[in-house]
């Protein structure tokens, strides 16, 4: 299952919505810059995700996920798996504006607040970075304790007015408490607190509230800038014609929040880069800072309108000997123009490269470090209608494919892939259809027919069953039945799960005698009944749980068949094998007290063992 995590952001045609959030019949951007629309969802549970660290941002997947690599600045690119990415390898990061409609503050609770504009944007990105709120009832005297406040450094007189103006018009009346280098003002009414703890909660990672992120430009902006003026900062750095003017839009500790804030500052037309500061003993620090004077000048004659930094310290002027950090192989450069822009070093800048093609509808992101399984998480993927691609986090990614199983009278499904389909439908090449006949049928006629279809055109395929409840797996060499059936008074009730077959591979190529592969059976056997008590999944619901329980599958198959073929070609000894398999399988499931699986072998594509 190709997945990527549920909490980052896809880009649509009304904003950024969390793939865990997404729809069916939601429009989603594309490679090309249209709006296409999702036509199938899925929730793959908890997986190990890879963590892949480009010159410009961090992107996380399962190590099957296909992501989209760039092949030129020409815009060709190629699917690549997760687990086939390497340094160097370069991804397609948005370079489009979008801006979804204006919308209102949520109703989270009864509390009536003014309506949202630019200046209350602003407060809600600044209260994210310097606000916090707090509720708590003393035990001695049952007495509630509320606060909403919000810190305010005294360095900029500026900020301090904008901010006890806009709290007075949220809340009224507040107390000030003064301290060494900022003031705090407070309000302790309950229905304050109970409304900004659904935006941030105490002790709890940032994250940016959905009715910014689809929302218009404007409101967008001026929370990213409340953002930048709480704990951003800038920086006019020059000697001698050499330095830069560096605007650091944010850190913190949560690199969810740096994700988001940097997805966001994509949607509006602004290319940022994320840094990790890794602090022995303490939590790792997330950085946003700005990119090139392109996306510098775009940020700041964008935010300035809202940011009080800006506007106070800011000084924009590009300068002439700058370097922004970010390079690209030469690789990259379209036939015939690789040397005006790449010099003998076999690279060039971010610079260079806005100078020659300054309309492109992307910016290449270097693969700089690759993470394997960092973080145990909650994924999703989603199909989407033509284009079959999406971004998410501003990155370029692959949408999942499908497996169908189909009755023999659906003529639409047999005809799916007939003439000109491959034009006319390009986008059912990304499913593999089968047709799903009983072993208990006799009708050559139902067959021959079919497979005059598979005749020509490869498909449909296939998938004989003795049990109409039987399905597969994607691949199709696992056999399912995820149906769970209970006994009840008025019957037998049927109520579908997810079932699970706990894979163990060995390796053709130690198979050199007959004994021992017999051993090697003996001991997958036993590996994978052992690995088929892990039966608790609470997340999946509880159908699952009992399925897993009710017929613990294992599947144990040969990776390197062709490395001893005179052994694992030969039927007689592979149906020996399979005896033992089972045998071994009943006898560790009858110790561990789980019951045996009703299939144990399988054959499954897998790469040669070497």
Same mark, same amino acid.
């Given at each position: 299952m190709?997945?990527?995590r549920g909490?980052?952001?896809?880009? /649509?045609?009304?904003?950024? @919505? =969390?793939?865990?959030?997404? #729809?069916?019949g939601d429009?989603v951007?594309t *490679?090309?810059g249209?709006?296409?629309?999702?036509?199938?969802k899925?929730n793959?549970?908890?997986r190990k995700?890879?963590?892949?660290?480009?010159?410009?941002?961090i992107?996380?997947?399962?190590?099957?996920?296909?992501?989209l690599v760039?092949?030129?600045l020409?815009?060709?690119?190629?699917?690549?798996?997760?687990?086939?990415?390497?340094?160097?390898?370069?991804?397609?990061l948005?370079?489009?504006?979008?801006s979804g409609?204006y919308?209102?503050?949520?109703?989270?609770?009864?509390?009536?607040?003014?309506k949202?504009d630019?200046?209350?944007?602003?407060f809600?990105?600044y209260?994210l970075g310097n606000?916090?709120?707090?509720t708590?009832?003393?035990?001695?005297?049952?007495?509630e304790?509320?606060k909403?406040r919000?810190?305010?450094?005294?360095?900029?007189? /500026?900020i301090?007015?904008k @901010? =006890?103006?806009i709290?007075? #018009?949220?809340?009224?009346t507040y107390?000030? *408490?003064k301290?060494?280098?900022?003031?705090?003002?407070?309000s302790s009414?309950?229905?304050f607190?109970?409304?900004?703890?659904n935006?941030k909660?105490?002790?709890?990672?940032?994250?940016?509230?959905d009715?910014?992120k689809?929302?218009t430009?404007s409101?967008q902006?001026?929370?990213?800038a409340?953002?930048?003026?709480?704990?951003g900062?800038?920086?006019?750095d020059n000697?001698?014609?050499k330095g830069?003017?560096?605007?650091?839009?944010?850190?913190?500790?949560?690199?969810i929040?740096?994700?988001?804030l940097q997805?966001?500052?994509?949607?509006?037309?602004?290319?940022?880069?994320?840094?990790?500061k890794i602090?022995?003993?303490?939590?790792?620090e997330?950085?946003?800072?700005?990119?090139?004077f392109?996306?510098r000048?775009?940020?700041?004659e964008k935010?300035s309108?809202?940011?009080?930094?800006l506007?106070?310290?800011y000084?924009l002027?590009?300068?002439?000997k700058?370097?922004?950090?970010i390079?690209?192989?030469k690789y990259?450069?379209?036939?015939g123009e690789?040397?005006k822009i790449?010099?003998?070093?076999k690279?060039?800048?971010?610079?260079?490269?806005?100078?020659y093609?300054p309309?492109?509808?992307?910016?290449?992101?270097?693969?700089?470090?690759?993470?394997?399984d960092?973080?145990?998480v909650e994924?999703?993927?989603?199909?989407?209608?033509?284009?079959?691609?999406?971004y998410?986090?501003?990155?370029l990614?692959?949408n999942?494919?499908?497996?169908?199983?189909?009755?023999p009278n659906?003529?639409e499904?047999y005809?799916?892939?007939?003439?000109?389909?491959f034009?006319?439908?390009?986008?059912r090449?990304?499913?593999n259809?089968?047709?799903?006949?009983?072993r208990?049928?006799?009708?050559k006629?139902v067959f021959?027919?079919?497979?005059?279809s598979?005749?020509?055109?490869?498909?449909?395929g296939?998938f004989?069953r003795?049990?109409s409840g039987?399905?597969c797996n994607?691949?199709?060499?696992?056999?399912f039945k995820?149906?769970?059936?209970?006994?009840?008074?008025d019957?037998?009730?049927?109520?579908?799960?997810?079932?699970?077959?706990?894979?163990i591979?060995?390796?053709?190529?130690?198979?050199?005698t007959?004994e021992?592969f017999?051993k090697?059976c003996?001991?997958?056997?036993t590996?994978?009944?052992i690995?088929?008590?892990y039966?608790?999944f609470?997340f999946l619901?509880?159908?699952?749980?009992?399925l897993?329980?009710?017929?613990?599958?294992?599947g144990?198959?040969?990776?390197?068949?062709?490395?001893?073929?005179?052994i694992?070609?030969?039927e007689?000894?592979l149906?020996k094998?399979?005896?033992?398999?089972?045998?071994?399988?009943?006898?560790i499931?009858?110790?561990?007290?789980i019951?045996p699986a009703?299939?144990?072998?399988?054959i499954?594509?897998?790469?040669m063992i070497k």
């Amino acid at each position: 299952m190709r997945c990527l995590r549920g909490d980052d952001d896809v880009i /649509t045609n009304k904003g950024l @919505v =969390k793939l865990k959030n997404i #729809k069916n019949g939601d429009l989603v951007l594309t *490679h090309d810059g249209s709006f296409q629309k999702v036509i199938n969802k899925e929730n793959n549970g908890i997986r190990k995700v890879d963590r892949i660290t480009t010159n410009l941002n961090i992107n996380y997947s399962t190590n099957n996920h296909r992501w989209l690599v760039l092949n030129n600045l020409s815009g060709e690119f190629r699917e690549v798996y997760a687990s086939d990415l390497k340094e160097g390898d370069v991804l397609l990061l948005n370079n489009r504006s979008v801006s979804g409609e204006y919308q209102d503050f949520p109703k989270y609770t009864d509390l009536k607040l003014p309506k949202l504009d630019e200046d209350l944007a602003w407060f809600i990105g600044y209260f994210l970075g310097n606000g916090n709120v707090s509720t708590r009832t003393k035990s001695d005297t049952g007495f509630e304790d509320n606060k909403f406040r919000v810190c305010i450094p005294t360095n900029y007189p /500026t900020i301090v007015n904008k @901010v =006890k103006s806009i709290f007075e #018009k949220i809340v009224g009346t507040y107390s000030i *408490h003064k301290k060494k280098s900022a003031i705090e003002l407070t309000s302790s009414k309950k229905c304050f607190v109970e409304y900004f703890l659904n935006i941030k909660q105490p002790n709890t990672p940032i994250q940016i509230p959905d009715f910014i992120k689809q929302n218009t430009s404007s409101i967008q902006l001026a929370f990213l800038a409340g953002v930048l003026d709480s704990d951003g900062s800038v920086r006019n750095d020059n000697k001698n014609g050499k330095g830069y003017r560096q605007i650091t839009l944010n850190s913190s500790k949560y690199s969810i929040f740096i994700t988001q804030l940097q997805a966001l500052y994509n949607l509006n037309g602004i290319i940022t880069k994320t840094q990790t500061k890794i602090r022995k003993g303490k939590s790792n620090e997330y950085i946003l800072k700005t990119v090139s004077f392109k996306y510098r000048k775009e940020c700041v004659e964008k935010l300035s309108l809202y940011s009080e930094k800006l506007k106070e310290d800011y000084i924009l002027e590009e300068i002439s000997k700058e370097k922004d950090g970010i390079y690209f192989p030469k690789y990259l450069a379209i036939r015939g123009e690789g040397n005006k822009i790449w010099n003998s070093c076999k690279r060039c800048s971010l610079n260079k490269v806005l100078e020659y093609y300054p309309d492109l509808n992307y910016i290449p992101a270097v693969i700089t470090n690759i993470e394997k399984d960092v973080e145990e998480v909650e994924v999703f993927d989603i199909e989407v209608e033509n284009n079959h691609n999406f971004y998410i986090n501003g990155v370029l990614t692959h949408n999942s494919a499908l497996a169908i199983l189909f009755s023999p009278n659906d003529e639409e499904m047999y005809n799916s892939k007939v003439g000109n389909w491959f034009y006319d439908n390009p986008q059912r090449g990304r499913y593999n259809a089968s047709v799903a006949l009983e072993r208990s049928d006799d009708n050559k006629e139902v067959f021959n027919k079919i497979f005059e279809s598979t005749k020509e055109y490869g498909e449909p395929g296939f998938f004989f069953r003795s049990d109409s409840g039987i399905g597969c797996n994607p691949c199709f060499e696992i056999g399912f039945k995820p149906v769970l059936e209970i006994q009840k008074p008025d019957g037998v009730s049927k109520q579908t799960g997810i079932q699970f077959c706990n894979l163990i591979s060995i390796s053709g190529k130690e198979s050199t005698t007959e004994e021992k592969f017999y051993k090697q059976c003996k001991a997958a056997a036993t590996i994978g009944t052992i690995q088929a008590t892990y039966n608790s999944f609470p997340f999946l619901g509880e159908v699952t749980e009992q399925l897993a329980k009710n017929d613990p599958l294992i599947g144990v198959s040969i990776s390197g068949i062709m490395m001893n073929p005179d052994i694992l070609l030969n039927e007689n000894i592979l149906r020996k094998g399979a005896e033992i398999i089972k045998e071994q399988n009943s006898k560790i499931a009858n110790l561990l007290r789980i019951n045996p699986a009703s299939r144990t072998t399988c054959i499954k594509p897998k790469n040669m063992i070497k």
